[in-house]
């Protein structure tokens, strides 16, 4: 069914009818929550009947119910109905429809929707961490791949965007890897502070029935419950959390992105033209476009514009549940949906990255690269190291323009990286260190996934329970 702001000419409150619909409406966001939706439901009411709260029968048929709605979405038969502004209002209106107003009516028991749309957004959560976690350690992956094959193919390393001193292209990727190993450590953080289950909190202030949010939590995969039932209906930390890391994640990728796109260049040279960076300019028939590096370079942009306008909602709310915190998932779903994208293009592209090996033996051949080791060559020596820059310098000055033409007797790049051993350096010996470290650190990242994704069935298991 297409989605449109069309009033509904239903039982609707009259300014749920009115043309401005589009203004209250969250339905055309929040429908992605429905899974998450349905689960907690049906974990709230077998609360309830545990706590005697509801009829065995009214329970069974609504789990039934909610099991049925699980199906109707999954086959795109759910009949949505934009008119009832939200997912939670379409799922319970659907659900009476089921099973009839008096026995669907008991659902929202000891529930409002401001607990309900707190624990669909925890349990997105789990789901999204998952999905850009897995996008994480493949790209990761295809880095440690590439960076063993070119483990020992020198390059120059620059700062200030000048060259500095020699690297090898192996190095250098996995500079890229530690990054992105703290970008999935920080989403860990993210999920296992939000691994709290709202529920039972209420409108703000809890419950005068008996509930058991222990088991409804426990139910859902969560480690524990809410303290305070105010913070659990306004806290959006999680979401803000996971927007920064999403930010950082995604600021790492523009600035590999960057790199990518000037190795494209016919200045750097470093990297073939291959297919998989891009296409061909529409006018200019000698030009190959690395637009695939362009696009997950610019993606960036949108997800610190997501975070700030995150961040700018939050300020300043009163407790507790706020209506401005309706706003809070387009942002946050734009910004997963860029950054999985952006780690799909780049596991397509970093395979097929094809580099120059003799243009960059020849750009790691400027001596200039060497000036310091020149200079540390004299400190062995017992020469201070200021007065050893000072020489080197002066002779560099005599020899013309820095990393033209290497000064006689230069020693081989490859003999200068030989010579680099110090601890996390380019040298093979550091290297080989370091590539048994990133295999560790990949093993550990593998084991956590699929850990999560273990708890992420929790959902689907709760949906197709005694389907089998
Ligand atoms: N659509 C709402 C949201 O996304 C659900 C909660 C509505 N709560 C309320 N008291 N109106 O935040």
């Not at 349990?123 to 996008?135: D, E, H, K, Q």
């Not at 590439?146 to 020699?166: E, K, N, V, Y």
């Not at 297919?275 to 993606?299: F, Y």
């Amino acid at each position: 069914m297409p989605m449109t702001d069309r009033p509904d000419s239903s039982d609707a409150p009259a300014y749920v009818r009115s043309p401005s619909l589009g203004f209250f409406a969250s339905l055309p966001v929040d429908r992605a929550l429905v899974r998450y939706d349905l689960a907690g439901s049906v974990a709230h009411v077998e609360m309830l009947h545990r706590q005697g709260l509801v009829p065995a029968e009214d329970a069974r048929a609504i789990a039934a119910g909610l099991r049925r709605i699980a199906g109707e979405v999954r086959s795109g038969e759910f009949p949505w109905r934009d008119a009832l502004e939200d997912v939670h209002t379409n799922v319970e209106h659907r659900l009476a429809a089921l099973v009839g107003p008096a026995a669907g009516g008991r659902l929202h028991t000891a529930r409002s929707r401001n607990d309900q749309v707190a624990l669909d957004e925890r349990l997105w959560l789990r789901s999204a961490v998952r999905s850009v976690a897995t996008g994480l350690v493949a790209l990761q992956e295809d880095l440690v791949a590439l960076a063993r094959r070119l483990r020992s193919a020198p390059m120059p390393g620059f700062t200030h965007l000048q060259h500095a001193q020699p690297v090898t292209v192996g190095h250098h990727l996995l500079a890229h890897v530690w990054r992105l190993a703290r970008d999935l450590d920080r989403l860990g953080d993210c999920l296992r502070r939000s691994d709290v289950s709202p529920l039972g909190a209420g409108a703000l202030a809890g419950s005068t029935l008996p509930i058991d949010p222990a088991w409804t939590a426990e139910r859902l995969g969560f480690a524990g419950t809410f303290e305070n039932s105010i913070d659990a209906v306004s806290d959006r930390d999680y979401f803000a959390e996971f927007l920064f890391d999403l930010a950082l994640l995604a600021v790492h990728l523009s600035a590999f992105a960057e790199e990518l796109v000037l190795w494209a260049s016919r200045e750097f040279a470093f990297l073939a033209p291959v297919p998989e960076l891009g296409g061909g300019s529409s006018l200019m028939p000698q030009k190959r476009n690395p637009d695939v590096a362009e696009l997950a370079r610019a993606k960036s942009g949108r997800v610190l514009g997501d975070l700030v306008a995150l961040l700018t909602v939050l300020k300043g709310l009163p407790l507790a549940y706020d209506r401005d915190l309706q706003e809070d998932k387009p942002v946050v779903f734009d910004a997963a949906a860029a950054v999985d994208g952006t780690l799909a293009a780049l596991h397509r592209l970093v395979p097929a990255l094809r580099f120059d090996l003799p243009r960059l033996l020849d750009a790691a051949q400027d001596a200039g690269l060497q000036a310091t080791d020149r200079a540390e060559a004299l400190v062995a020596a017992g020469v201070p190291f200021r007065e050893a820059h000072v020489r080197v310098g002066e002779s560099l000055a005599a020899g013309g323009p820095t990393g033209t033409a290497p000064p006689s007797g230069a020693p081989p790049v490859a003999a200068a990286l030989e010579r680099r051993a110090s601890p996390g350096g380019p040298g093979p010996v550091a290297l080989d260190r370091q590539f048994a470290r990133v295999d560790a650190m990949l093993a550990r990242a593998r084991e956590s996934l699929s850990e999560l994704v273990r708890k992420d069935g929790r959902v689907d298991a709760i949906l197709t329970e005694g389907e089998a």
